[in-house]
Structure formats: structure tokens, C-alpha cells
Nanobody, 125 residues
Framework: QVQLVESGGGLVQAGGSLRLSCTTS????????LSWWRQAPGKVREFVAV???????DYENSVEGRFTISRENAKNTMYLEMNSTEPEETAVYYC???????????????????WGQGTQVTVSS
């Protein structure tokens, strides 16, 4: 059974830091692009960051320079280091895996084959 499990969410004060983890199991994801998405109440799920199978990264403009995505294939784990957090970033954060690794596809919701259940991040003002 393929699973993606997020952890590390919680409450953080604005300007603070948080590190999310996504642990995969059930198959090898070394050749998959792994990404983070978030969904705030009443809003659509939006792309946050991606790391491809070749360790190329891409970020949504508003998080560039503050968030860092990384992966450790040996541990079947991906991370999102969130710094200088903002209240508007309160959302459920999801990790996802896609067999596509090109720059355009990895920003598209429908390109993803597997999703985690999400972890809540609340940034207080």
C-alpha cells in the first residue's frame, strides 16, 4: 500500500519557523518529483514547492527565499523548511508525488499520482 504521511505541522507565531516532513512507503519514489501544496479554508489547493528526481527545485513566488524543499531518498523522506512564516500561510499542507519531472508539469495538480492526508499549519499573528 502506497502511503505519503506528512508530519511536523502545528502552531507557530508569525515570523517563526517550522519544518514539515513527508515520509513515503509502499514503493520507491526516487524517480518521482515530490512537492508540497497547501489549502486554506475556502480556497483552492495551491502549489508551494517541488523537488524533482534530479534535485531541481522550484517555488511559488511568495515563498521563494523563505521556504526550502529537500529530500533524502535513503530515508524515503521529503522536507519543507518554512522560515519567516506569515499568518496568510495558515493552511493544511499536503505532500504529493508525480511521475512527471519537467518544470511545467510539476506545478499542475493533475500531474500528481499520490497525495498525503495533510498536516495543519497555523501561523498566529
Amino acid at each position: 500500500q502506497v502511503q505519503l504521511v506528512e508530519s511536523g505541522g502545528g502552531l507557530v507565531q508569525a515570523g517563526g519557523s517550522l519544518r514539515l516532513s513527508c515520509t513515503t512507503s509502499g514503493r520507491t519514489f526516487d524517480n518521482y518529483a515530490l512537492s508540497w501544496w497547501r489549502q486554506a479554508p475556502g480556497k483552492v489547493r495551491e502549489f508551494v514547492a517541488v523537488i524533482t528526481n534530479m534535485y531541481n527545485t522550484d517555488y511559488e513566488n511568495s515563498v521563494e527565499g523563505r521556504f526550502t524543499i529537500s529530500r533524502e531518498n535513503a530515508k524515503n523522506t521529503m522536507y519543507l523548511e518554512m522560515n519567516s512564516t506569515e499568518p496568510e500561510e495558515t493552511a493544511v499542507y499536503y505532500c504529493a508525488a508525480s511521475s512527471f519531472n519537467d518544470r511545467q508539469s510539476v506545478r499542475v495538480f493533475t500531474a500528481y499520482d499520490y497525495w498525503g492526508q495533510g498536516t495543519q499549519v497555523t501561523v498566529s499573528s
